[in-house]
Each structure stands twice: as C-alpha cells, then as structure tokens.
C-alpha cells in the first residue's frame, strides 16, 4: 500500500525567507509525486509534479520541489516566502503502474508572518 | 476552460434525508474522481471512473454511498440516507488520459455537506 508522511502539521516562517514543507512517501514501485495547495473554503490548486527525469521539479507560483529516492522524499521549497503562500499544502503520491487515484498527505499549515 | 464544476456548493440537510452531489468534469478528460475531505481521516479518495465506467470503489465507505456517471460531462455521488457522520467537503477531479500515469488531476471547488 502506498502512503503519504507530512510530519508538520504548521510552519511558521517570516516573510522574505526560504520556505520549507516536508514529504515522505512509500510505494512500491515508482513514486508520481504531486504537490497541491488549498485556500479557505477553495479546491485543490496544483501546484508542480514529479513523474520522471530531473530530481529538482520547478512549479507554480515560485515553488519548486527535489525528489531524493534514497530518502524517500519529495520536499516543497521556495526562496523567498510571501504572506500570499499562506495556506494549506498537500502532498500526494501515485504509483506507477498502480491505481490511478492519489493518496494524500494529511496536509501542512504553512503560515508566513510579515 | 471553466475547469471542474460541482454543485451544490453548500448543502445542509437532516439526518436520514437523499443527498445528491453533482460534477462536470473538464472536457475532453477521460477520468473522473470523487474524494472526501474530514479533519479526521484527510483526503480519502472514494471512487473514480476511467471513460464513464466506475473502476475503484473501494474507497466508498458503505452501502449508503453510490456513484454514476452517465455521460462524460455528468457524475453524481448520492447518499441515502445521510447520517451526521458524512459531514464533510466532497471535492470532484478529472484528468486526462493516463497513459503515463503522471497525468495531473484538477479538483473543483468542493461541495460542503453537513448533516445534521
């Protein structure tokens, strides 16, 4: 079975610094890695993706993530943090050749303080 | 494009009353899914459908909870009857074909239930 770790359930980080949200992840097999963001009362906003290629996977809205196999982790990160980015992160994994639907992370409050 | 459309957005409804939850999935995705978010258990996913036809729904968590999806621009998720333990957010998802199984899914806004 596969499953999802976000072992934060806040981070609190001043404006202007780098940001970063943790994910661990277990598959069997190859690990499609995804990142997605929800605000107050709204859906889920795609955020980037890890499929297959490139270990550091560029995104949305500034935010970029690393995919390290030998550590079984996909970490969310961003230079330079807004009060904007304040909001709910999900983490979710799929496994190649696997079913189709996504198994979430329990999600990570991200506050950013000005 | 107007991405995923669900309806309602709010529903408020007794105990032991039908609930039906709508969604249209963007056009031209061949997948469907139906997730459920509590504070308790996250985000499950329930159901999804691959060219109209249900393929998983080991997730639906009892025999009150059924899902169709008649065409490939309509799905419903319906509860009979409800029970106060159904309050949750029921966000709907499409995607496109999943040749690589990397394909992204996008959610719509979510349907708020609470039963009360």
């Known amino acids: 079975a596969q499953s999802v770790a976000q072992p934060e359930d806040q981070v609190n980080v001043a404006e202007g610094n780098p940001l970063t949200v943790k994910c661990t992840y277990s598959v069997s097999g190859n690990p499609y890695l995804f990142w997605y963001v929800q605000y107050p009362n709204r859906g889920l906003q795609f955020l980037l993706k890890y499929i297959t290629g490139d270990n550091l996977v560029k995104g949305s809205y500034g935010f970029e993530a690393e995919f390290n196999k030998s550590q079984t982790s996909f970490h969310l990160k961003k230079p330079s943090a807004l009060v904007s980015d304040s909001a709910l992160y999900f983490c979710a994994v799929r496994e190649g050749g696997g079913a189709d639907g996504l198994t979430f992370g329990k999600g990570t409050h991200l506050i950013i303080q000005p | 494009d107007a991405g995923v459309i669900q309806s309602p957005r709010h529903e408020v409804t007794e105990m032991g009353q039908e609930v039906t939850l709508r969604c249209k999935p963007i056009?031209?995705?061949?997948?469907l899914f139906w997730y459920r978010q509590t504070m308790m258990r996250g985000l499950e996913l329930l159901i999804y459908f691959n060219n109209n036809v249900p393929i998983d729904d080991s997730g639906m968590p009892e025999d009150r909870f059924s899902a169709k999806m008649p065409n490939a621009s309509f799905s419903t998720l319906k509860i009979q009857p409800s029970e106060p333990r159904d309050s949750a957010v029921y966000f709907c998802?499409?995607?496109?074909?999943?040749?690589?199984?990397?394909?992204?899914?996008?959610f719509g806004p979510g349907t708020r239930l609470l039963v009360l």
């Open positions: 056009s031209g995705h061949d997948y």
């Open positions: 998802a499409s995607s496109p074909r999943q040749g690589a199984r990397g394909e992204t899914q996008y």
